[in-house]
């Protein structure tokens, strides 16, 4: 510990703990909010709530919270659960891997603890994706055991008390508040000790205005008393998130498949294991949208998913300029997501035009996506085997060659253009064969529609998309957008 954790550790055994204690379990006690997960002590209900709130707000995680809980009341309930409705019913709230890991924990209960939580803090930190602060917090809160739970409220809160100058994101220091927080435990009252500190945080010493005047410990807050309050907690800012360009395809069906649209299952483990998305591809260059891009979006403005109209793009001139150049970017973009995904799924596709931009963030990485409307052309059966056709020759009829069906159509000059560099993308490369029996789709691709939609689990920003893309649809308002 730092010298001043040292002195605050001291203090805490002292009477600025007991004052701390005493006056934060009355102020608690008497205005603490009517949440559902405070129902009762369940360790279960315990466990899922911290789950749910970690990074998310308490009124975002409510509605989840009380379907999850009406979905899964057991324990085993949820051990037994089939992934695909667990993430299902926690599709919105984002950080999936909590929802697996919460899953992989309760089946880890079921199996070595008959499905009843451990009253015992190892084999409780031991669960998956619990980590010190969920392990604090179940067995305090369900148990009542004097175990610290601290999280970025608690370190706000005991750095602005103790007027501590460590830099919070440093793992040791944290360790050091955790002691602070333990040692200011009162006796028999771990559970509403540590949801009022929390609370605390959340309500009134919030980061950038803390409500001191209405604060239950600003007598002795020595933060304050130093006017230091809105200087503290000292944090290093975390690494940005790495920028990806990513193009997305939104192709529509024809024929028996009209009115549905293509999406893909992602793999089986990593970033969005086994949810659903529309298909999409690194653009060229990857981490960024390129000079051109850059200039569009800066006559343009920042976009969240939605279109912006001609007007936010300012003067006449700047809304030329910002539409020619990103006219130009889009047919080349639209050329390489064709491209790409006839060389990874063997999935020929004609894209028609841009449709709009989406963000997704993730915590090392945010997407860029920009989405275009796209018509189905056909699989690509594999390459024909030896003895049979002549290697790297087309067997089907002309019509349907890759380079003939991207170049057809009538589409507009955007797409037009994209389907040209994208044709002769492909015949370079050598990518020919048969198209493959009609209703076969690349390996983890299927078509839906709108109520299909009800029992698959999609990323956020794939789930806004398909739903405003099923409004528009419906108004007949994706028509009038085309350019």
Same mark, same amino acid.
């Given at each position: =510990?730092?010298?001043?954790q ?28 009517? +949440?559902?997960?405070?129902? !009762? ?5 315990v466990?899922? &709530? /911290? ?8 009124? $975002?995680? #409510? ?13 085993? !309930?949820?051990?037994?659960?089939p ?23 309760? *089946? *880890?209960v ?5 499905? $009843?939580?451990?009253?015992?803090? $190892?084999?409780?930190?031991?669960l ?15 148990? %009542?055991?004097?175990?610290p ?22 793992? &040791? ?23 009022? #500190? ?15 005047? #209405? ?12 006017g ?46 086994? =949810? ?6 690194l ?41 020619? #150049?990103?006219?130009a970017?889009?047919?080349?973009? =639209?050329? @390489? ?18 449709w ?7 915590? @090392?990485?945010?997407?860029? +996506? *920009? ?25 089907g ?23 040209? /560099?994208?044709a002769?993308?492909?015949? @370079?490369?050598?990518?020919?064969? +048969?198209?493959?029996p /009609? ?10 529609? *709108?109520?299909?939609?009800?029992? =698959?689990?999609?990323? !956020? ?5 398909? %739903?405003d ?5 419906? &108004? ?8």
């Open positions: =510990m730092t010298s001043k040292q002195a605050a550790l001291e203090q805490a055994a002292a009477e600025p703990g007991r004052f701390f204690g005493t006056e934060l379990l009355g102020w608690y006690r008497s205005v603490k909010r009517d +949440l559902p997960w405070r129902a !009762n002590r369940d360790p279960y209900r466990w899922v &709530s /911290e789950i749910m709130l970690q990074q998310t707000r308490v009124d $975002t995680v #409510i509605p989840y919270y009380n379907r999850f809980m009406d979905k899964f009341p057991t324990i085993r !309930n949820l051990a037994e659960a992934e695909e409705e667990v993430l299902k019913c926690w599709e919105g709230l984002g950080y999936y891997s909590r929802a697996r890991n919460l899953q992989a924990g309760a *089946q *880890q079921v199996r070595d603890y008959g499905g $009843t939580v451990p009253d015992d803090k $190892t084999a409780v930190a031991a998956k994706g619990v980590g010190p602060y969920t392990a604090g917090a179940i067995m305090s809160i369900a148990f %009542n055991r004097p175990e739970a601290v999280d970025g409220n608690v370190m706000r809160v005991l750095s602005r008390y103790f007027c501590l100058e460590d830099d919070i994101a440093k793992p &040791s220091v944290r360790a050091g508040i955790e002691r602070i927080a333990a040692a200011l435990i009162p006796d028999g009252a771990a559970g509403d000790f540590n949801q009022g #500190i929390m609370e605390l945080g959340a309500l009134v010493c919030t980061p950038k205005s803390p409500g001191c005047l #209405i604060c239950p410990v600003m007598a002795q807050c020595a933060g304050r008393l130093a230091r309050e809105l200087e503290l907690p000292v944090k290093t800012k975390a690494k940005p998130p790495r920028p990806e360009l990513r193009l997305a395809a939104l192709v529509e069906g024809a024929g028996p498949h009209a009115g549905a649209v293509l999406v893909r299952q992602r793999p089986e483990s990593g970033l969005l294991a086994r =949810m659903w998305e529309l298909p999409h591809v653009a060229p260059g990857g981490g960024s949208a390129g000079p051109a891009a850059a200039g569009a979006a800066a006559a343009a403005g920042p976009v969240r998913g939605r279109r912006r109209s001609a007007a936010a793009l300012g003067t006449p001139a700047a809304a030329g300029e910002a539409s020619a #150049i990103a006219g970017d889009r047919e080349a973009r =639209m050329a @390489h997501m064709g491209r790409a995904l006839a060389e990874e799924a063997r999935l020929l596709i004609r894209p028609r035009r841009w709009r931009d989406a963000e997704h963030v993730f915590s @090392h990485i945010r997407w860029d +996506l *920009q989405v275009y409307l796209a018509d189905f052309g056909f699989v690509l059966e594999d390459a024909a085997p030896a003895g049979g056709a002549q290697a790297g020759v087309y067997t009829l002309a019509a349907e060659q890759p380079a003939a069906y991207m170049a057809g159509g009538a589409f507009g000059s955007e797409g037009e253009a994209a389907q040209r /560099e994208t002769a993308s492909l015949d @370079h490369a050598g990518l020919h064969g +048969l198209p493959a /009609e209703d076969r789709l690349p390996e983890g691709y299927r078509w839906i529609r *709108q109520e299909d939609m009800k029992e =698959m689990a999609f990323p !956020n920003v794939f789930l806004r998309l398909l %739903n893309y099923w409004e528009q649809r419906g &108004s007949g308002s994706l028509a009038e957008e085309a350019e």
